[in-house]
């Protein structure tokens, strides 16, 4: 069910990232030495740098397993790679992030001197890198979590060389030395809110858990519309991927009979696929020929919704034939 890639944009892209990852480091490297020479945060600052520099290295690497086709080992495929990558990356970030209070705070009670003009020289330069890492990943950074985090991580290291910047002007000309502790705890913060307001979607993706933007029970509503459907129960619907869904669910025909459900089944995959961007469904057919109990017990079990239940004893019977088997485990309308 993946999507369709066009190769050569893919290389394009991963020749931006590798340069991107290029710039990252050179911007780390002229901070480190304008940290040491000026006596500066900047080679805190630096470590933050050498994270970005990481982190789209990673991401990269990421992009790259992500493409492998499924196999024996991994049936659906390795989009999740960059999921796991960009956990790394909000996790390395967050411990950046507490790292920089933890220097700004032994900088408030054991404070420098500081050379301002170093400082402000180190980060016009960072401010030029910084945009240039931004222009080159900001078209992938729409559609990709792990590259999101990376230009988010560089759109606030350019607005925290502007800070900086602007402490070393304050140190020149007012010796207000303590601005350049307060930009660095500014720079903290803005680390640790970028890294814990993307850190929850990171670990739905990877828990299986509903796509944010789709609502559950609408989902069962819009299937239980469809013509010919009495009723559904097993749903289950989690990403795959980024940005593919995928969906199972038990599907109870007003018919009971397996020719159907068949006659259903493309309505309802057409419903998911233009309602819910679903392309990805295993539908099973739940008939009540052979009930032992009351038929009404499969419309109240149906509009029950789907993961409550987990035993499977729903007072009927699942028809597991083979024309089921041909259709619904190998049909995933990939």
């Not at 956990?87 to 220097?103: A, H, K, P, Q, R």
């Not at 980060?123 to 988010?152: C, E, H, M, P, R």
């Not at 502790?181 to 814990?196: K, R």
Request: glycine share 8%; with cysteine.
């Amino acid at each position: 069910m993946g999507q369709g890639h066009d190769h050569g944009t893919d290389t394009m892209n991963d020749g931006r990232l590798a340069a991107a990852v290029a710039v990252n480091v050179l911007l780390t490297l002229a901070q480190i030495i304008g940290g040491v020479v000026s006596g500066s945060l900047l080679i805190a600052d630096a470590l933050h740098n050498l994270n970005d520099a990481a982190s789209l290295a990673l991401a990269l690497f990421a992009r790259k397993i992500g493409r492998r086709p499924a196999d024996k080992l991994m049936t659906f495929g390795y989009g999740r790679a960059e999921v796991v990558a960009a956990l790394i990356n909000l996790t390395t970030l967050i411990i950046v992030g507490l790292y920089l209070i933890y220097e700004a705070v032994n900088r408030f009670l054991d404070p420098q001197p500081i050379d301002g003009w170093i400082v402000i020289w180190v980060a016009g330069i960072a401010l030029v890198i910084d945009v240039a890492t931004a222009v080159l990943v900001y078209a992938q950074s729409k559609n990709s979590l792990n590259i999101k985090a990376a230009f988010l991580h560089n759109v606030s290291d350019a607005m925290a060389s502007v800070g900086v910047i602007a402490a070393g002007l304050l140190i020149l000309v007012y010796d207000l030395y303590v601005a350049d502790l307060i930009i660095t705890l500014v720079i903290s913060a803005y680390v640790l809110w970028q890294g814990f307001s993307l850190l929850p979607k990171t670990i739905r993706l990877l828990m299986g858990a509903t796509p944010d933007d789709l609502e559950y029970d609408r989902i069962v509503s819009a299937v239980q519309a469809v013509p010919g459907v009495r009723g559904l129960h097993h749903v289950h619907v989690w990403s795959l991927d980024e940005h593919n869904r995928s969906l199972e669910a038990h599907i109870v025909p007003e018919v009971d009979t397996l020719e159907a459900f068949q006659a259903i089944k493309a309505s309802v995959r057409k419903v998911l696929k233009t309602e819910f961007s679903i392309d990805h469904a295993t539908l099973e057919p739940c008939l009540s020929t052979d009930m032992g109990s009351d038929p009404g017990a499969v419309k109240a079990h149906a509009s029950g919704g789907g993961g409550a239940h987990r035993g499977h004893d729903h007072g009927h019977k699942h028809q597991h034939g083979s024309e089921h088997g041909r259709d619904d485990h190998r049909d995933h309308d990939r």
